[in-house]
């Protein structure tokens, strides 16, 4: 009734107009009322192809075909998913791949759209340079793996609800879910963002990007998973509850990996289940011989002049060890692991020096450190590592770390000596030792962290007496190692080096490019190497020293994607250590040589990566790896000993993944003979069903432009129906 006496009269001709205006018309065909929903569900991308998503790459990129179907395939996973893993093999361009994606999903998105890129401080230039390129860098900010509880704390000027997409680059740094680096990301992820999607989804979008996602065990890849799944309720079709799923896959593996024997049927059925319950719906990975053995991707290939280089086996270089050095260096494997070949424990290396606070008798004082056998035993550990590590790389960073060991020993009996100990985890004490800080000098800074109630100032009566008696036993041990270690004046590995860069290393048959990649574990090793190379050939060192500086440097004259015109031809050869062992091009080589050999396959591929790169124009990548041998029966058996240690050794460690890539071991070809990479078969079917009627839409408006433009303004809320006629039902 009030709003019949609020009414105005209208004459009839305005009534009619507002008719003809509104929704209230009723004389919209439906195949316009069809053509309108096709707008608005379609929106925007009726103006450029979303599934040529190759338009969105910058124009010094090559559009590569598999790329484009990789970021479309990407993006369709990750809108149904709420996230994805690229995980590419080393080399095909995933970070291109992803900043596709990202393009896309701020075109769609919106221009208010805002990505966190996770990345590893040796990656980010290049992901800060490849945002520039892609002219999207105004959307983005960058933390470092190490940096993302300052994210949580607040202490940089942004939230993580500030995100649209999180981009986690070497996601497998995230395997294990009780690290704090994992759970400040998790937050971050989980976090709802500030501004919802159109449909009012609050959820952030993640992209996990890995060469090696599962990286030795299916919890790996689970933890990553629940960074973008509900672990009870996932986005799954067939596995809806993810934890209970992972319980049963987890203690089946926990029992096959428990085994003596490996029973690798059995696993690789347990890792095809995985793959086809969880990781083919989620993961885009794809091998170059996938590639290569999908025609089009293939014929794409050939018609832009692209080929993936050919990569042999490694090829063993032997160094042979004399009688005198096959014994010291089964001596010094035997004392450094204290294990024997098959992994039991033997006499070895107490490293008593890094374990005194196991030693405090007062419990008060134990209690001030924590689980003191538990931080005693990693300490422990990480000095084992460190000095099989230098073993393996060269005698000069073996002696070095042994003087440094017995230095620090040396250290600790005269503090005992002197009844006063320092234990100061937020002070290098050895360091302050050499630097010539007196006693009373170290107590004044311990006194100034006492604040944090764990750097504190011991009698050596604090300590079980039987300490210092293990602590000369260590002494003794190192001494004598130390002695028979400074006898030897030559390296082997050293003279079969400088020996094979001629005849091999450099051969023209081999070597095209005429530049070389050398890795070592061992910044000494790598100083002593340039200094063998460095009057012969004009030579390049990096480590974590000078990367950061040198990184122009280093693409000028290495990185094969520069413009040739902007190629530089300063350096021939570059001697690094494992901080280019990701991250980086350097692929205008095509030679490869481990001086030390990681033990970790997932390493050794990141490394081989570096040269075996789109765009690499060698047929062949050699990889050169160096082993320890020797004359005569007794002696070969005794280095064969030597190393089935350090295998029992590194396995113990955790270092040697028996299992890895299981994954890629499976069959590559299904008995229809049908490409097993994970192409995201079953999205690739959903999107080609939406293509169609978006082709057609593309379709329409290129034939019928003003009609088109007549529908484009048919307001919301229009209608139309069928009218019965009188005797119709």
Not at 124 to 147: D, L, N, Y
Not at 232 to 252: E, H
Not at 704 to 723: D, F, M, Q, T
Request: glycine share 4%; aromatic share 10%.
């Amino acid at each position: 009734e009030r709003l019949w006496n609020e009414s105005v009269p209208i004459l009839k001709a305005e009534a009619e107009g507002i008719r003809k205006r509104t929704h209230l018309r009723d004389d919209f065909t439906p195949f316009e009322i069809y053509i309108k929903m096709l707008m608005e569900y379609f929106g925007s991308r009726v103006e450029y192809d979303p599934y040529r998503i190759e338009q969105l790459l910058p124009d010094k990129f090559m559009r590569l075909k598999y790329q484009a179907d990789a970021a479309n395939d990407g993006y369709a996973i990750m809108m149904k998913h709420n996230g994805f893993i690229l995980a590419d093999v080393v080399g095909l361009g995933k970070t291109v791949v992803a900043c596709m994606v990202i393009k896309k999903f701020i075109y769609e998105n919106g221009t208010h759209t805002r990505i966190l890129v996770v990345t590893p401080p040796a990656i980010k230039e290049s992901w800060v340079r490849t945002a520039e390129e892609f002219r999207i860098s105004m959307h983005f900010k960058f933390v470092t793996t190490g940096s993302l509880k300052k994210v949580t704390n607040g202490e940089y000027d942004y939230k993580a609800e500030d995100f649209d997409l999180v981009v986690v680059d070497e996601s497998h740094k995230f395997r294990n879910d009780h690290t704090e680096m994992y759970l400040a990301l998790q937050e971050i992820c989980k976090k709802p963002r500030i501004k919802p999607s159109e449909n009012g989804d609050a959820r952030k979008k993640i992209i996990l990007i890995s060469a090696t996602p599962l990286n030795n065990r299916p919890q790996d890849i689970e933890n990553q998973l629940y960074l973008f799944q509900d672990r009870r309720s996932s986005s799954l079709d067939n596995v809806r509850n993810l934890q209970d799923y992972f319980k049963a896959i987890n203690q089946q593996y926990k029992k096959l990996s428990s085994e003596n024997e490996l029973n690798i049927p059995a696993l690789r059925k347990l890792f095809g289940k995985l793959r086809d319950d969880v990781i083919e719906p989620l993961v885009i990975r794809r091998t170059r011989t996938d590639i290569e053995r999908n025609k089009e991707y293939l014929e794409d290939l050939k018609n832009q002049q692209i080929k993936f280089p050919k990569v042999g086996d490694p090829t063993p270089v032997e160094y042979v060890l004399d009688d005198e050095l096959s014994t010291l260096f089964f001596d010094s494997v035997s004392l450094i692991t204290g294990i024997d070949e098959n992994g039991n424990e033997v006499e070895g290396l107490g490293y008593y020096r890094y374990r005194a606070i196991e030693y405090l008798v007062n419990e008060d004082d134990r209690n001030i450190y924590g689980n003191v056998g538990s931080i005693s035993n990693r300490l422990a550990a990480i000095m084992k590592i460190l000095l099989v590590k230098r073993l393996e790389s060269s005698f000069y960073a073996f002696k070095k770390s042994l003087d440094r060991l017995n230095k620090a020993i040396d250290n600790m009996v005269r503090m005992y000596q002197d009844d006063r100990i320092f234990i100061a985890p937020d002070l290098d004490i050895n360091k302050l030792l050499e630097d010539g800080y007196s006693y009373d000098e170290i107590e004044a800074k311990i006194n100034k962290k006492k604040e944090k109630g764990n750097n504190k100032v011991f009698s050596a009566d604090a300590f079980d007496k039987q300490f210092y008696n293990l602590l000369l036993q260590d002494k003794s041990k190192i001494e004598e190692l130390r002695q028979r270690w400074a006898k030897v004046k030559i390296d082997p590995k050293l003279i079969e080096f400088n020996q094979q860069l001629e005849k091999e290393f450099f051969a023209p048959d081999k070597n095209a490019s005429g530049k070389l990649v050398i890795f070592s574990e061992s910044k000494e090793t790598a100083e002593e190497l340039s200094k063998s190379l460095s009057s012969r050939y004009k030579t390049l060192t990096i480590s974590a020293d000078n990367r950061k500086q040198l990184e122009e440097t280093i693409r000028n004259n290495f990185d094969a994607n520069l413009e040739e015109e902007k190629w530089h031809h300063d350096f021939d050869v570059i001697i690094t250590t494992e901080v280019l062992a990701e991250g980086i091009n350097l692929h205008r080589s095509n030679i490869i040589i481990n001086y030390d050999v990681p033990w970790n396959s997932t390493r050794l591929m990141q490394r081989i990566g570096r040269v075996n790169r789109i765009g690499s124009r060698a047929d062949r990548i050699g990889v050169y790896n160096f082993y320890p041998s020797a004359h005569g029966d007794q002696q070969i058996n005794l280095v064969n000993t030597a190393l089935r240690k350090l295998q029992a050794f590194h396995t113990a460690f955790g270092e040697d993944n028996r299992i890895f890539s299981l994954l890629e071991e499976m069959e590559e070809r299904n008995t229809n003979g049908k490409n097993q990479g994970l192409f995201g078969h079953k999205i690739q079917r959903e999107e080609s069903e939406t293509l169609k009627y978006l082709e057609e839409l593309r379709e329409f408006k290129r034939n019928n432009k003003k009609l088109y433009h007549k529908i484009e303004r048919i307001p919301a809320k229009s209608r139309c129906g069928r009218v019965i006629q009188p005797g119709q039902s």
